[in-house]
């Protein structure tokens, strides 16, 4: 049914279908998380170190109005340069298709297209979450409940304390979706490798996380998972700085009247604005890092089946 709106590269198919380590990737951190020209720098050193630990990545988006899994480095470079391209979430699939335009997709979107092609891993930076201000707003990343849907394992550095991170850990378990501490017990906060929320799961190697995941996809528990990865410490930012930043940054979104999905893309450049570039180095770290655990996940997934 929804194969004839997927193009899937031929290098993953054949993976796919020979059983071999796959990894997706997303796009929304290419065209709303980072700046030009380093975003496609990012993009292509993390599919690099994705096939240099043994998978094959899979970055996904929607290019006129077609799904792809898999893009060339033409279709990679449109998406980072673009400055009309949709951050695209669950809902905007019907749209971004009958239109044949342009899509970044966001985690939850990942997710599902990367469950419609059968791969089970995915990296990223971080996920979205529940805002600081949700009593009033509402505004809860739908990241959140794809994750409770959708069967996909999720690698980040945990979530930015631009959102409220005890409520997103709430709304997780509410959801069914387990967060697993990658040798960590606490979640990691992105910038930094603690947050102050301590993690009830924890797991020390790849391969106990495929043990767990294929635990729980075989009793039938569907949704997604998180592997919280922290940010390599070399590469962590002082907790107290960076905090500061993202309120001055908080602060000022309100002042300006930023809200609802302009909300997370704003919040990133103010505060790559105020640490001088620095979070942006952070956050292209944590992303190697995080790409280097899930081409390892993929890896000791593939061997368990
Ligand atoms: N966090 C980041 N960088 C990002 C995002 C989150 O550090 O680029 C993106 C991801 O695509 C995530 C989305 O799925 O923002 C969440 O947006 P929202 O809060 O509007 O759901
Ligand atoms: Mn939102």
């Known amino acids: 049914m929804f194969a004839k709106y997927l193009d899937i590269h031929p290098e993953i198919i054949e993976a796919i279908k020979n059983q071999k380590p796959v990894v997706a990737l997303e796009s ?6 980072m700046p030009f020209p380093q975003n496609v720098e990012t993009a292509k050193k ?16 929607v290019i006129e109005g077609r799904i792809k899994v898999g893009l060339t480095d033409e279709q990679l470079q449109a998406v980072g340069n673009s400055k009309d391209i949709l951050k695209m979430s ?12 342009n899509g970044a997709t966001t985690v939850a979107a990942t997710m599902l ?20 201000d949700a009593q009033e707003t509402f505004d809860i990343s739908a990241d959140l409940t794809e994750l409770g849907k959708t069967n996909v394992a999720v690698v ?3 979530a930015k304390s631009i959102l409220d991170l005890g409520a997103t ?13 990658y040798q960590t017990d606490e979640l990691p906060a992105f910038y930094t490798q603690q947050s102050g929320f301590r993690l009830v799961h924890r797991a020390d190697s790849p391969e106990e996380i495929a043990e767990m995941l294929k635990i729980k996809w075989d009793l039938n528990l569907a949704g997604g998972v998180v592997i919280a990865n922290p940010i390599p410490r070399e590469f962590a930012m002082d907790y107290n700085y960076i905090s500061l930043s993202i309120e001055d940054a908080l602060e000022r979104a309100k002042d ?15 505060i790559k604005r ?27 997934f593939m061997k368990l089946k």
């Open 169 to 181: 850990l709430e709304y997780l378990e509410t959801q069914g979706v387990p967060v697993i501490g």
């Open 156 to 158: 980040c550095a945990g």
């Open 46 to 61: 993390t599919e690099q170190i994705i096939r240099e630990n043994g998978a094959i990545p899979a970055t996904i988006a």
């Open 90 to 101: 669950r809902r905007d699939f019907a749209f971004v298709l009958a239109k044949k335009i």
């Open 113 to 132: 297209i990367a469950e419609m092609a059968g791969i089970k891993i995915f990296v990223t930076g971080g996920i979205g979450g529940v805002h600081r």
């Open 28 to 33: 929304t951190i290419i065209s709303h998380g």
């Open 256 to 270: 300006l009247g930023i809200r609802g999905k302009e909300t997370t893309p704003y919040l990133l450049s103010e």
């Open 274 to 300: 105020k640490t001088h570039g620095k979070s942006l180095e952070a956050n292209i770290h944590l992303v190697y890092n995080n790409a280097k655990l899930g081409a390892e996940l993929a890896c000791a």
